[in-house]
């Protein structure tokens, strides 16, 4: 059954197409900051206040960064940092402002002539990039960057596109797997098995060469997985074993859990192995921001 504010309708097959919304909360120390030297263009609200900070901005190093993938627009951020180039130009401050692009490509973009063409472009202009950078934190009290590998990037101002997630109405039917992504598989006794996501896909299909798609699908899949043979059904590709939590453990054991492993959802099962619920980070957030 679906819930909708205009009555309950039933279904037997359901296709879910509904989009996805930013997720700042998660990146470690995100969400916090939005809006304190730490914009994003992807919301109107996000757009304009960077506009007023941007209209006080005449010195110092701003960066521009991707998140994580995927993401809409996957070209918009790199637009932006010729667009801000453009700006701070024609506002005569272009020598007083360093602008670096930090990318989980492995160039100025995925796709090999396009990037050839783009990276030429940032050369002129004097646009830093930063490959292959995926963010895992920010340190608001230092101004940095972190990437999951260890690096970091300092900045005065950054402009970020954060994640990009499944719409809440996912994660609130219990379909999603705390990004709006993905399943937990059960067997018929209801017990979890496995989880099925959008990475056990995409390790799934075989691409060729140094393609855009396979670069494009390197960098959503973010580190290496052994490649899977597509069958026909979904334990052919599921990743088996997920990493869960009992439904009594604490709140602490579970963020725990997640940062030993580095993961940001657990799957919460009773002791019988029967799917419970999901936690995610945005799930914690919202508790800390409720209890302050």
Not at 130 to 149: G, Q, R, V
Not at 193 to 200: C, K, M
């Amino acid at each position: 059954m679906i819930e909708t504010d205009l009555g309950t309708v039933a279904y037997d097959w359901l296709i879910c197409a509904m989009g996805c919304r930013i997720a700042p909360e998660e990146i470690t120390g995100l969400a916090e900051v939005m809006g304190k030297d730490v914009y994003t263009f992807y919301t109107l609200d996000g757009a304009l206040a960077f506009q007023h900070a941007l209209d006080n901005l005449h010195a110092g190093k701003l960066v521009i960064a991707m998140a994580d993938m995927p993401i809409k627009s996957p070209l918009a951020p790199l637009e932006f940092a010729f667009l801000a180039d453009h700006y701070f130009r024609q506002k005569g401050v272009r020598e007083q402002m360093d602008i670096h692009y930090v990318t989980p490509f492995s160039g100025a973009f995925n796709q090999p002539n396009a990037n050839r063409l783009l990276s030429g472009i940032t050369q002129e202009k004097n646009i830093t990039v930063i490959p292959n950078f995926n963010i895992e934190s920010i340190d608001a009290n230092k101004k940095t960057l972190y990437s999951l590998k260890g690096d970091s990037v300092d900045y005065d101002m950054l402009c970020i596109t954060p994640p990009n997630v499944g719409p809440q109405v996912i994660e609130l039917s219990g379909l999603g797997d705390g990004m709006g992504y993905g399943l937990p598989v059960v067997d018929g006794n209801h017990k979890l098995i496995g989880v099925l996501t959008e990475a056990d896909f995409l390790t799934a299909i075989h691409v060729k060469g140094d393609s855009a798609v396979k670069q494009m699908f390197d960098v959503i899949i973010r580190r290496k997985r052994a490649k899977k043979k597509m069958g026909s059904i979904v334990d052919d590709i599921m990743t088996r074993d997920p990493i869960t939590v009992k439904e009594e453990e604490t709140l602490q054991h579970a963020i725990k859990v997640m940062g030993m492993n580095k993961i940001k959802r657990l799957i919460i099962v009773d002791d019988q192995n029967r799917v419970k619920g999901v936690i995610s980070r945005p799930d914690l957030v919202r508790l800390f921001l409720m209890k302050g």
